[in-house]
């Protein structure tokens, strides 16, 4: 069974202070995996997919990277509206859904 | 470009009812998935509707079932609805159910059962 742990659940920044958010995943074979931002209420908001270990990708003051067991969503400088909940998933070769982790709710104070 | 769309917003319906969500999907999307959000947990998958057939289900009861509709649309019904199915309803849309493709999600129909 595919599966997805993030870690922390909850994160306390200064605004400036960078931190990564960490994604362990076991999957019967990876196809991709997902970094999504959750609003309080709203719908996930993509933002990254990742598909091979070694791989990275950037938007703005967040960067992920991969690895064969986990991903790491890195923030640099954060700003109060980068408090959100972010959310990853992993799509397996075996299927098209997508399995989520609980997510990891970031607060970033002015 | 139109996003995801999902219609209600919020729902509240008693333990036993029946419930229709439903979801447009993104413009040139032939493919719908229906996820469940309990509060504080990330979304659970339940299924996925690829050129109105159903392309692979989560663990959830024959209670809940779908459509997809030739402009790929989608509907979510919910019968004998139970407590614990209060949770918020995403829809996600992707250019297609084979291969991998980013899935877009919409805002949600939050569900409420007394």
């Known amino acids: 069974e595919d599966q997805v742990t993030q870690s922390p659940e909850a994160l306390r920044l200064q605004e400036g202070e960078s931190s990564s958010l960490n994604c362990s995943y076991t999957v019967s074979g990876l196809r991709g995996l997902f970094w999504y931002r959750q609003d309080p209420g709203k719908g996930p908001e993509f933002l990254f997919t990742l598909y091979s270990a070694g791989e990275e990708k950037e938007k703005e003051r967040l960067k992920a990277t991969l690895t064969k067991k986990e991903s790491f969503l890195h923030i640099t400088a954060p700003k109060p509206e980068d408090s959100a909940t972010y959310l990853c998933?992993?799509?397996?070769?075996?299927?098209?859904?997508?399995?989520f982790g609980g997510g990891t709710r970031l607060m970033v104070k002015p | 470009e139109t996003g995801v769309t999902q219609s209600p917003t919020h729902l509240i319906k008693t333990r036993g009812q029946q419930v229709t969500l439903r979801c447009s999907s993104q413009s040139g999307h032939n493919t719908v998935s229906w996820y469940q959000q309990a509060l504080g947990q990330g979304p659970q998958f339940i299924f996925q509707?690829?050129?109105?057939?159903?392309?692979g289900r989560g663990n959830f009861p024959p209670r809940f079932s779908g459509l997809q509709f030739p402009n790929y649309s989608s509907e979510l019904n919910v019968n004998a609805l139970e407590l614990d199915d209060s949770a918020l309803y995403l829809c996600a849309s992707s250019l297609s159910g084979t291969g991998i493709y980013e899935q877009f999600f919409g805002p949600g129909t939050r569900l409420t059962v007394l």
């Open positions: 998933a992993v799509q397996a070769n075996a299927g098209n859904m997508l399995t």
């Open positions: 509707y690829y050129r109105e057939e159903e392309n």
